[in-house]
């Protein structure tokens, strides 16, 4: 074979392998955001049901 044809099969066959693996990684991202995200949204709600409640303004007195 002449290295043209090695060096091309070469490039055919590691695309092939990392096509799984960036795959695989972009799933694995999008889970941790989602996760992130997830959380975040928890402790948001969490904290505001920590705080006291406004104090109301009662126009009845002065």
Do not use: F, H
């Not at 066959?13 to 695989?24: F, H, M, N, P």
């Not at 999008?30 to 505001?48: C, D, L, S």
Request: proline fraction near 8%; charge should be positive; include cysteine.
């Amino acid at each position: 074979m002449r290295p043209s044809c090695l060096l091309l099969l070469a490039l055919a066959l590691s695309g092939c392998a990392t096509t799984k693996r960036e795959t695989d990684a972009e799933a694995r991202g999008y889970e941790r955001g989602y996760r992130q995200a997830v959380q975040e949204q928890y402790w948001i709600i969490q904290n505001q049901q920590r705080r006291p409640p406004a104090t109301e303004i009662n126009p009845a007195q002065p």
